[in-house]
């Protein structure tokens, strides 16, 4: 109250009892007391009346009065219990607002996250902008040093030129007018006896200098700057709801050879699947060996790419993914791609009278139709079987058969070395077609013919492999093991490299396609990857290098790079097994022992 309101309170009947306390004096239970004061009614009449109770039907605080004259018929409480009522109401509203705070905090807390993680990428977008642009720059001033460099070189070289042609014509015209001036000066002076002295001697100078080679005009190439290509930028600002840090992958182990897929799905920061036209998916598989796999992706157009890729090795994988140039958590991953085993088929044998005992000196398969050809040495013949091991024919010859090979049309190429080294050309029905004479081979072992026609012959003269023209007429190339004085024995050429086993060195050599030596596979011994007199050899479809490892009485199965990956037929063969063909169309493995006289069938 001011003070004029608490004279008047003085003045007051109805007033003049209350007590009064100046505001600075005011003490707590002073408060207290007057927020726990009775309320009293407003209404007229009542005005002595507390207001008490309290009417549900009216939703208002009344006195005794107004319940007994204007709520009579109303649902009237007590004002305490009323209170208490709507007390836990009131407490069960606000702790629902409470909790709504706490999500609106919440999502404040979320929503800020992202708008720093924005300003994050947006930096460090910037910056590798920034930074290759200047990779860019730093190139091209490199670029242009050194192109300054050669226009420099190029003009002093010219000028050289220039100036040295510049040199003899300023002679050769120093020298005319020396001989201009002797000549004038005698005619001038016009002496008879200085004339006739000199006259001959001026003619012959004249005659020399008129009739001296002339210097060739040097004329300067044209020099002209190329560009072949314009300086493009594959850069690309990308907008997109899409995070990669939550985006997923799905990589499943798999067998060489068989179709595989990896999932990729893009998801937005709440971690939901999303799809976003300009997003960039990007998949690299790469081999043991560090080799690129084709791939081919799907977009499913919801936010799930499917990237199809065809295992060609066995080995771990690498497959690295990336969303919009950011590696995927968990990239690269490690995919494990098995290999396929042989199981045994079944065998057959030889055919014919005996006359010697077989000795199979090499097998061969037709991609084409499925023959096969196997060579008894011993019998100077060639016996021809179906895919299946029934006998067709048989091809006597004048030597012994030492190797044998099917060209790519189907013909039958063997090779005779007590025959002038003669290779026989037959059809696969038998017929001969022609001798192929080679000059270049002195004591040659076995053949193999290559994917491109060339043929691959052992030489066992010069410890030597030699790769010839298809006809036979060209040695191409030329190839020895360094530090090795063993014979090579049998060959395979896959991937634009040869593989060549040797007998006493126990190993597999590795060479490029221009026969320069690169590494070992295997070395002596009887545990697993090594060998005893290691001897044929082929290449499967799933890029297993397949070794008839002889002393050891077993097949070995590795990696081309060299890693171990299993042996076969251990159980089979009671003997050594010697040679190896395959048909690739049907995954068929044929092998021969050295003492026994049957074909081993493997699938």
């Not at 007590?19 to 726990?36: G, H, P, T, Y």
């Not at 068989?258 to 300009?278: A, I, K, M």
């Not at 085993?341 to 199979?360: A, D, M, Q, V």
């Amino acid at each position: 109250m001011c003070e004029s309101c608490f004279q008047a309170h003085q003045r007051l009947k109805a007033t003049r009892d209350h007590r009064n306390v100046l505001i600075d004096k005011l003490q707590a239970q002073d408060v207290q007391e007057l927020i726990e004061r009775p309320v009293i009614c407003s209404q007229q009449y009542h005005e002595d009346q507390a207001l008490d109770f309290y009417c549900e039907d009216c939703k208002v605080l009344i006195c005794l009065k107004c319940s007994i004259v204007s709520h009579n018929r109303h649902l009237v409480t007590d004002t305490q219990k009323a209170a208490l009522e709507q007390k836990m109401q009131m407490a069960e509203a606000l702790a629902k607002l409470k909790a709504e705070i706490l999500l609106y905090d919440n999502e404040i807390k979320k929503q800020t996250e992202l708008k720093d993680k924005n300003v994050t990428e947006i930096m460090n977008a910037e910056k590798k902008m920034t930074n290759s642009v200047e990779e860019w720059i730093r190139e091209l001033r490199k670029h242009e040093k050194k192109m300054k460099q050669n226009f420099r070189e190029i003009y002093e070289a010219e000028q050289k030129q220039h100036e040295t042609r510049l040199e003899n014509l300023e002679l050769i015209t120093t020298q005319l007018k020396s001989c201009v001036e002797r000549g004038q000066g005698i005619l001038e002076r016009n002496i008879n006896a200085e004339i006739l002295q000199t006259n001959h001697t001026i003619l012959q100078r004249c005659d020399e200098l008129i009739n001296a080679r002339k210097p060739d005009r040097y004329k300067s190439p044209h020099l002209n700057y190329l560009v072949k290509k314009k300086f493009d930028t594959f850069d690309q600002l990308l907008v997109t709801k899409t995070d990669s840090l939550m985006c997923l992958a799905e990589c499943d182990d798999s067998e060489i050879g068989r179709e595989s897929n990896v999932v990729v799905v893009t998801r937005d920061s709440g971690g939901l699947q999303c799809y976003q036209l300009d997003d960039q998916i990007k998949v690299d598989i790469l081999t043991a060996e560090g080799d690129h796999l084709k791939t081919e992706l799907k977009d499913s157009k919801d936010g799930k790419y499917t990237v199809t890729y065809t295992p060609q090795c066995v080995g771990h994988h690498s497959v690295e993914i990336e969303v919009n140039g950011q590696p995927l958590t968990g990239s690269p991953y490690l995919v494990q791609i098995r290999q396929h085993h042989y199981r045994f088929s079944f065998k057959f044998g030889l055919k014919g009278n005996r006359t010697r005992e077989p000795w199979i000196s090499d097998i061969a398969v037709s991609d084409r139709t499925g023959t096969i050809a196997v060579a008894d040495a011993r019998n100077k013949r060639i016996q021809l079987f179906s895919s299946e091991g029934k006998f067709q024919v048989q091809v006597k010859l004048d030597g012994e058969p030492y190797s044998v090979a099917f060209t790519d049309c189907g013909d039958l190429l063997t090779l005779v070395p007590e025959n002038n080294n003669k290779l026989h050309l037959f059809s696969e029905e038998g017929k001969f077609i022609k001798h192929i004479c080679d000059k270049h081979l002195k004591k040659p072992r076995h053949l193999s013919i290559a994917s491109d026609g060339r043929l691959i012959i052992t030489d066992h003269a010069s410890n030597e492999v030699k790769v010839l023209s298809s006809d036979g007429n060209d040695q191409l190339v030329s190839m020895s093991a360094p530090n090795c004085d063993s014979s090579p024995k049998c060959t395979a050429y896959h991937q634009n490299k040869f593989y060549v086993s040797y007998l006493l060195a126990h190993c597999i050599k590795v060479f490029d396609k221009k026969g320069v030596y690169i590494h070992d596979i295997g070395c002596e011994g009887s545990n697993n990857g090594q060998f005893n007199c290691p001897a044929g050899l082929v290449i499967d479809k799933w890029n297993q290098l397949i070794v008839c490892d002889a002393d050891n009485e077993r097949l070995q199965l590795f990696t081309l790079s060299g890693g171990f990956l299993s042996t076969l037929g251990k159980e089979w063969f009671n003997n050594s097994p010697l040679c190896a063909a395959i048909n690739l169309n049907s995954d068929t493995l044929f092998v021969s022992s050295l003492s026994r006289y049957e074909i081993y069938v493997f699938h």
